[in-house]
């Protein structure tokens, strides 16, 4: 049974996880006085960080890495990589949806239809990416570890640590 790849991933989604939880937490006291301070915009920084930083890197570690070395058992133009693809696209108009209310909250100040778009694009965010994790850590993820050889997993797991290395990768 080959896991390490999928380890590492799951580690990943565990932080992603943490940060949703910071996300929620920032959405519902925003929902409850409308009210975007510097404060709040601080507490943002962690989510814009993960949203244009650890989620590309995440992503290009499963479409690059990961889903080209399913091919073997899996089809990639069908089927759940070619979900979990689409939700790839759904998830970054969501995030750049997000991070462009948080910038215009900002700019322009909270305006009530402002924060009800940063709201919207936060939550929306949020389900989609718990969306995607749920279905990887329940679905896809067993069938991996169960069908990759281990020397291919130790060869994917070499490339993802490389992918991460400051300056590496893609």
Known sequence: M???CIQHLLQEHRAAEAVLAALDELLDVLQADHCWSAHR????????LFVT???PLHERKEDDILFPALAGFLP?????LEV???EFTAIAAESTRMLDCAKSLVQAGASPQLVDNFLRAG??????LRDHIYKEDRILFPMVAR??????????????????TPGKGT
Do not use: I, W
């Not at 915009?41 to 814009?48: E, L």
């Not at 939550?123 to 989609?128: E, I, K, N, V, W």
């Not at 069908?147 to 991460?164: F, G, I, T, W």
């Open 2 to 4: 080959a896991d390490q």
């Open 41 to 48: 915009a601080n507490s943002f920084a962690r989510v814009r």
């Open 84 to 86: 979990l693809r689409g």
């Open 123 to 128: 939550r929306a965010f949020g389900q989609l």
């Open 76 to 80: 990639s133009d069908t089927g759940p």
């Open 53 to 55: 930083r650890d989620l």
């Open 147 to 164: 069908y990759l050889p281990p020397e291919k997993d130790a060869e994917l797991l070499a490339a993802m640590q490389h992918c991460a």
